[in-house]
């Protein structure tokens, strides 16, 4: 367990900086990859440790993979061309790996065994073991198929309507790589509008698929075709120097190339709300939609924070629980019980963890409620493994009038390996 101690003394943060590859379209990137038939070479891939998990188990089971500098070449043979693995499919840290895997794996003729972490061992997998169960998958598990290692022996599938208790792409996505090889429609009715990465992805590989208001409909049996792909900066990894740049003092810093698709960009408008000096500038291109961020030092104030908002900032709630400490009157984030099953229980490990700093924010049911503006102290905090969390308490390091310590620092390799050099590369 690696720790770091950041003594940064409340510096400015100035310049121009480009986050890594959205994890979210580097994983789907991949897999949409393995699946078709030809080449895909993708561009900006994010060589994360969970992306990198993705890629481990599609090589298990048998896609050739290349990695160049620049590139990921996936030489795909369509859904036939995946084998029986001969080994365990270890998805490590990714939720995204296991989740979106299994709607793959329940379809394919062959046995495969799926494990992950210690995080991923505590994480529902029943949100998307039932669902597919009724469209005839065979997946067994501990607790009934709620939790890792999972067991898939593969049948064939056939399409359902499935209302989603709760909003999550992952679900979502499982459901769609499922329909795609089942027998007839498969249809999504989601509660509340969630990423549609794998929706775009469907449709850039030569696939279709619909939308009816909150439902998805997807046909099975469609080929899919090899392509290029360029993945945009991670908004999710831009949010933690959006957040710096606008809490810290004289300080303007812009990031480029930022993935801007709309259901992404709750984190923009949040800062907008509390007051921001925020600016977007969206580039001219189709497909994920892209653009450059710049952000000054501002004044902020608490908003509240819930509804469907909240899917659309799902990952950035631990930086906005730091922004709102820095914001005058109360923030309040609710309609969010979600943070409990991600990498950690996100409404305790953040809360928690401010509290060490002097943050005064409190936990609720579905969320918390911060009030500001209050200066952070230092001290010693963890990341519990969670990558987001890391790179929140290291942002806050940047405010602290004390050092910070951080355990557990590894887990920021997840989502962003280069996230200190990036910071390093602002302070003035
Ligand atoms: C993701 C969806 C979200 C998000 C996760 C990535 C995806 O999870 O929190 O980091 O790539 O589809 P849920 O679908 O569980 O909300």
Redo the contacts with the bound molecule.
Sequence with gaps: MKQIELNLKQPALKGTIEVPGD???S??SVMFGALAAGKTTIRHFLKGEDCLSTIDCFRKLGVEIEETQDEIIVHGKGWDGLVEPQEILDAGNS??TT??LLGILAGRPFHSVLVGDESIAKRPMD?VVIPLSQMGARIAGRENGRFTPLAVQGAPLAGIHYELP????????ALLFAGLQAEGETRITEPVP??D??EKMIQQFGGEVKREGRTIVVAGGQPLKGTEVYVPGDI?SAAFFLVAGAITADSEVELVNVGLNPTRTGIIEVLTAMGADVIVKPHETAGEGMGTVRIRSSKLRGIEIGGDLI?RL??EIPIIALLATQADGKTVIKDAE?LK???TNRIDTVVNELKKLGAKIEATEDGMIIHGKTPLTGGRVSSYGDHRIGMMLAVAAAIASEPVIIDNIEAIAV?YPEFFCDLERLIQ
């Excluded at 709760?166 to 996505?173: D, G, M, P, T």
């Design positions: 994890k979210s379209i994983h789907r939720g995204t989740r979106l949100r709760v909003a999550s792409a992952q679900v979502k996505s969630t990423r990465h794998t999710s899917p799902i990952d979600e099953v991600k990498e989502s």
